[in-house]
């Protein structure tokens, strides 16, 4: 059984000097455990990957969109298997566990699996010593993607438009492509940015779209170094962010070749990297 993006609550709520009971609709945030099986050497070897604060639904698809992102996967094919852990005890905890076979001939780098792969939905990927740990080695974008200020102007407005669950709970971050036109292709929500980006780059890899060469990335809160690594992977051009970027952010768009957008609104917007793909 699908777990619910929502629920209800019953709340207090004061307006025009009184208080009064109201039922009120809550975005749903729930751990994600990803278990991970691979070989090493003769030898399978299973143990826990990550655990991520996420809001239920499409968990297959961010668990690929991560181990895409963070390196350990570069295509689905290199997975056997995935699907949500039937061992768990509690019933109802088994569709917050997601265990993930990989092929026996596949390889990765073992040490990126030390580290300590604890996500919140606020923070993302935290306990990384530093920033050489969190490098996943990229080729810089070559992307020809071209648009337009007006479209870039109006993807806030779509956006909001097509997020259901943040229609009703207003608490819920969301990522979505969008084509050089700015036709929405994509869109996935979720109490943590990282997640949904994750979602995203999960579905299309599934779909065998990656590279997203041809689309536009828009991402509801603001643009830090992670975002823009897990766009720098999916091989996208055009990444416009509705907050503001951090610094490293604009140094790793700019050294990838990503034109990175911040402050994204109707009647205005900054180009901090890599203006040439945005055409008056």
Not at 218 to 247: C, D, H, N, W, Y
Request: hydrophobic residues 40%.
């Amino acid at each position: 059984m699908v777990k619910s993006a929502v629920k209800g609550h019953q709340l207090t709520k004061w307006t025009s000097n009184k208080l009064e009971e109201t039922p009120d609709v809550l975005a749903v945030e729930e751990p994600l455990e990803i278990r991970l099986s691979y070989w090493n050497g003769t030898e399978q070897i299973e143990q826990p990957l990550s655990v991520t604060m996420r809001t239920p639904g499409n968990d297959l698809e961010l668990t690929v969109g991560f181990l895409f992102t963070e390196g350990i996967i570069n295509s689905y094919d290199e997975i056997k298997s995935i699907r949500h852990c039937e061992t768990v005890e509690k019933e109802d905890e088994k569709e917050n566990v997601v265990k993930v076979v990989l092929n026996e001939n596949h390889t990765f780098d073992l040490t990126s699996l030390q580290r300590n792969f604890y996500t919140t939905s606020s923070c993302g990927v935290c306990g990384k010593s530093s920033i050489d740990a969190i490098s996943v080695q990229c080729s810089a974008i070559t992307s020809n993607l071209k648009t337009s200020p007006k479209i870039i102007s109006e993807l806030n407005e779509k956006l909001r438009n097509a997020q259901t669950v943040f229609e009703y709970t207003g608490g819920l971050h969301a990522s979505a492509l969008f084509d050089a036109k700015g036709i929405l292709k994509l869109l996935r929500e979720d109490v943590g940015r990282h997640n949904a980006l994750d979602k995203v780059i999960g579905a299309e890899l599934f779909d065998g779209n990656l590279p997203l060469f041809e689309s536009i990335l828009l991402v509801s809160g603001r643009a830090s170094f992670e975002l823009v690594q897990k766009a720098t992977r999916a091989g996208i051009g055009i990444m416009v962010a509705v907050g503001a970027p951090s610094s490293l952010a604009v140094e790793l768009a700019q050294k990838q070749g990503i034109t990175l957008i911040g402050f994204s609104k109707p009647r205005s917007f900054n180009i901090y990297t890599h203006p040439h793909r945005i055409k008056v």
